[in-house]
Each structure stands twice: as structure tokens, then as C-alpha cells.
């Protein structure tokens, strides 16, 4: 198992990240609207077998994204349209008919 910081914009549209693994670096295709601690599985990636065939266990990655600690005033700016963009789509759900 491995953690891996997935910066902000990459877990909610999606990305490649490198990720290291114990045969080096490998890239990681981050799916969209990743959430904090989504596991992938990488196949062959983990730790060798024991009984000396060659082969490898699965690496499991662990998503943590990573929330910026500045933003630029564009990107505040683009934020709060998108904040409000979000809370006009909650308030437009039809309501339920008796």
C-alpha cells in the first residue's frame, strides 16, 4: 500500500500522476471526482512473491488530494462561480409531489 497527494484540480477532472513503485516510477491515470482515500489497484506493482516465480503482488494507491494553500484572485474568482453554480444547482431539484 502507498499514499499518494493527487493535487486538487487533478482529482476532480481527472490526471496522470507519478507514483514510485518498488520498480521505480510509474504513471498514474487519476479518474475524475476522485475522492479522498479512493484506492487504485495497480497489478504486478507490489511486493515479489516469496516462492521465487517471479511474481509480483498488487499495489494498492490510496488518493489524497491536496487543496491548494494560495490561490491566485482569478482562481478565487473562478471558485466562488463555481460554489455558486453548485448551490443553484441544489436549490433548482424539483421537490417532491404529495
Known sequence: YTDVDVPFEDAILGGDIDVRTLKGKLRL???PESQTGQKIR???QGMPSLDDSGAR???YVTLRP???KRLANEERELLAKFKALRSDSKSAKPE???
Open 29 to 31: 491515470k487519476v479518474p
Open 66 to 68: 491536496v487543496l491548494p
Open 42 to 44: 495497480l497489478a504486478g
Open 96 to 98: 417532491k409531489s404529495e
Open 57 to 59: 503482488g498488487d499495489l
